[in-house]
């Protein structure tokens, strides 16, 4: 099951990092997986002694759904080029990236 479509399924704020964990494990999120996802939580803004997520869930799944539609290509292309205009400071742009191991269950091509 994807993470972010078994987070958007929980009830939130929870009362504590354990409550998380069970929904998450009851929609199908491995233990450990719904642990560490635990790191993501902060005390409520809106309710005293609870938690709710660290980031806004709307925007991480608009940005997961699209990371596979966003063609980065010509933009690395210029920049390695050095055509890409100069960053704020006037400095060159700087291009780093970091290639992560692939998740069978995400990519079709792994």
Do not use: C
Request: zero cysteines; a negative charge.
């Amino acid at each position: 099951a994807s993470v972010l479509a078994a987070v958007s399924q929980v009830d939130v704020p929870v009362a504590t990092k354990a409550d998380l964990v069970t929904q998450l494990e009851g929609l199908g999120i491995a233990k450990p997986i719904a642990q560490w996802f635990t790191t993501n939580l902060v005390p409520s803004k809106t309710v005293k002694g609870s938690f709710e997520l660290s980031f806004d869930l709307p925007t991480a799944n608009a940005l997961f759904a699209s990371y596979g539609d966003t063609d980065y290509l010509p933009l690395v292309a210029t920049v390695a080029r050095g055509e890409a205009p100069l960053a704020i400071g006037g400095e060159a742009p700087r291009l780093d990236i970091v290639r992560a191991g692939k998740n069978r269950s995400l990519w079709n091509d792994a």
